[in-house]
T-cell receptor, first 115, second 114 residues
Framework: DAGVIQSPRHEVTEMGQEVTLRCKPI?????LFWYRQTMMRGLELLIY????????DSGMPEDRFSAKMPNASFSTLKIQPSEPRDSAVYFC?????????????FGDGTRLSIL | AQSVTQLGSHVSVSEGALVLLRCNYS??????LFWYVQYPNQGLQLLLK??????LVKGINGFEAEFKKSETSFHLTKPSAHMSDAAEYFC????????????FGGGTRLMVKP
């Protein structure tokens, strides 16, 4: 079975550029999460979708960050304009259903470096 | 609100020795608890989960964890460490009142010496 697929795996770009991270959740999963992982702050939840609808975006750091889920099999996280402090590993995770006792399944992440 | 504390950001054991990674949680309602493992340059993989059934939970790769409500703990153990167990381990908590938020601990990096 294919797991959560993220692209690109690595992204290096200059400050001020637009960055788009992509995620394909596991088929049949209707909850999707975006996380950011840094040494200083650990794993932080950025946004959570259920049935393609954003439910909780309180973790999105600022207006430069936006996320969309146009359909059940695709989501994007966009940063515009990017800044060096956005450098981190960004993970997408999906989950079958909305029950809290269901585990989340993670992709391999996108390592983002903003120069 | 829920919170998780993982005692020890780094743990070092010898190959064949007992592995014990500590996790204490805080939750005002019955929690659901998870252990994840992260290998270098990979995402988090589920090791095991506690969801209010048996308090001793067995997971993959020989790991197990015991839910102790009186101690608010969910420590991860493995009787005999293998070199391939070297990774970072995350404990996480959620609950039915958590709005689907999964709160992670800071992680424990396990090193296995030959």
């Amino acid at each position: 079975d294919a797991g959560v697929i993220q692209s690109p795996r690595h992204e290096v770009t200059e400050m001020g550029q637009e960055v788009t991270l992509r995620c394909k959740p596991i088929s049949g999963h209707n909850s999707l999460f975006w996380y950011r992982q840094t040494m200083m702050r650990g794993l932080e939840l950025l946004i959570y979708f259920n049935n393609n609808v954003p439910i909780d975006d309180s973790g999105m750091p600022e207006d430069r960050f936006s996320a969309k889920m146009p359909n059940a099999s695709f989501s994007t996280l966009k940063i515009q304009p990017s800044e060096p402090r956005d450098s981190a590993v960004y993970f997408c995770a999906s989950r079958p259903g909305t029950a809290s006792n269901q585990p989340q399944h993670f992709g391999d992440g996108t390592r983002l470096s903003i120069l | 609100a829920q919170s998780v504390t993982q005692l020890g950001s780094h743990v070092s054991v010898s190959e064949g020795a007992l592995v014990l990674l500590r996790c204490n949680y805080s939750s005002s309602v019955p929690p659901y608890l998870f252990w994840y493992v992260q290998y270098p340059n990979q995402g988090l993989q589920l090791l095991l989960k506690y969801t209010s059934a048996a308090t001793l939970v067995k997971g993959i790769n020989g790991f197990e964890a015991e839910f102790k409500k009186s101690e608010t703990s969910f420590h991860l153990t493995k009787p005999s460490a293998h070199m391939s167990d070297a990774a970072e381990y995350f404990c996480a908590v959620t609950a039915n009142n958590a709005g689907n938020m999964l709160t992670f601990g800071g992680g424990t990096r396990l090193m296995v010496k030959p």
